[in-house]
């Protein structure tokens, strides 16, 4: 066999793996079309199709998505992309006054973004060959990997909420006691703060995405000069998270306590994309006591809820991917590292504050994301002992923890002052586990030997 047919093996080798996830993207996003459609709404493939035309739901997701398909261009490339996209924008906009055309939910930007993401996508397969070509598809299908997967998203949480009928909020919000119910206290602290620090909290809640991109942007951008991606980024972890967190929805359903022990009237909108707008009474919550109150549930049972509210709580994704961006940014600069402190904080103080989660989803989010970082960790660098021993443990623990709160709900409200600290040590274990481990797997620096002292005549 000639050298070249070699190369050329080689070369179909690397690109084999993106083609295969290509393919099960395309097939995720179609099973999920075809599942949101079975209920004769429309899926995730012509939501993001009717975006090329129509105002988009998130135009700054857009934007990020091309900023991080950009990471594979040349400045100039860069450039003429950014003028593309708000050109074509700026032609939407003046379209739609025109036509005196309503965005009732959506934004006037972003669609240009999604046409040049497609556009790269059309140049890269018509006019590049070789490592450019794949580089650039690269780019292109990271772009789209983080605007499919916001829409896949979507979907799943639509069907959680049509295939499980039934939620585990009484169990959970039971299982709180043992941390002093969270969500109660810092609610009321939200309330407290009024407009100003609700909407504060709101932007950090929902610019997640945006934070991740910027991170991701600060990894990848030596990718254009030295022509290939990091072995591991942030945007690698995001998409894992997002791909096997949405597994446990269906497992442990539950919608959180502004649902359950509330109305969530001023939070429907953020969080039902395509059922209408429905009176609180429709949700079956428990009572209306969060967060002025606590509620008397006495025997935690199962309850039946609407089919419209995500169960979208356990494990915490929101804190997953803050905490994250927290891993990810320890190694940047002073600016960076701050700002990974500050979006994780405040992503807390907004999931709980909002009645959104529970503390309990919050320690099994952190849980889970330790777990879902050593594990990709470990693969990059060969799995050995002590890379399966910290998946393994972390599993464990997070398997153990859902398990707690199924089962021992009465006894964790009964015995605060031991459950208490023991969920809390469980989860600094594993992150000390993480840590130690991690820390041992960098590669030792050694410092240059000293000059000898001159020794004077």
Known sequence: MKWSALIDIGR?????????????????????????????????????????????????????????????????????????????????WVVRYVADAEVPHGQPFGSGALWVILGWGIYAVAFRTGRDRVLLLKGVGLALLLVAGRKAGDAWLFLTARSRPVVLDQYVATADHALG?????????????????????????????????LVALFQLRHVAATGSFPRHHLLRTFLVIGLIGPVFYMIFPVVGPVFA????????????????????SAQWAVADVWPNSLPSIGAPQHMT???????????????????????HTRKGPAALRHAGTFWLVGTLAATLGFGYHYGADIIAGVVFTLTIEAGLRAYDRGWDRSGVQLVVGGATVF?????????????MAQYPLLFGP??????????????????????????????????GL
């Not at 398997?399 to 006894?411: E, F, K, Q």
Request: charged share 10%.
């Open 12 to 92: 179909q080798a690397r690109v084999r793996p993106w083609a295969v996830a290509a393919v099960m993207v395309l097939g995720f996003q179609a099973a999920l079309e075809l599942a949101v459609r079975h209920y004769g709404l429309s899926g995730p493939i012509t939501l993001m199709t009717r975006e090329l035309v129509f105002p988009p739901k998130s135009g700054g997701l857009l934007y990020g998505g091309m900023a991080l398909m950009m990471v594979v261009l040349t400045w100039r490339q860069r450039f003429i992309a950014l003028s593309t996209a708000i050109g074509i924008d700026a032609v939407f």
């Open 181 to 213: 119910n969270p969500s109660w206290m810092l609610g009321r602290i939200v309330t407290a703060l009024g407009p100003v620090g609700f909407n504060f909290l709101d932007f950090i809640y929902g610019q997640l995405a945006i934070a991740a991109v």
């Open 261 to 280: 022990f509330g109305t969530g009237a001023e939070h429907w909108e953020s969080i039902s994309l395509w059922a209408p707008h429905m009176p609180p």
């Open 305 to 327: 809820f609407d089919e419209f509210t995500p169960r979208n709580c356990m494990p915490s994704l929101h804190t997953a991917w803050a905490t994250a961006i927290f891993i």
């Open 399 to 411: 398997g153990a923890l859902l398990l707690s709160y199924r089962y021992l709900p009465v006894h």
């Open 422 to 455: 023991v969920l809390l040590s469980a989860m600094l274990a594993v992150i000390y586990a993480y840590v130690r481990t991690t820390a041992a797997w960098e590669p030792a620096t050694i410092s240059a030997p000293r000059p000898a002292p001159a020794v």
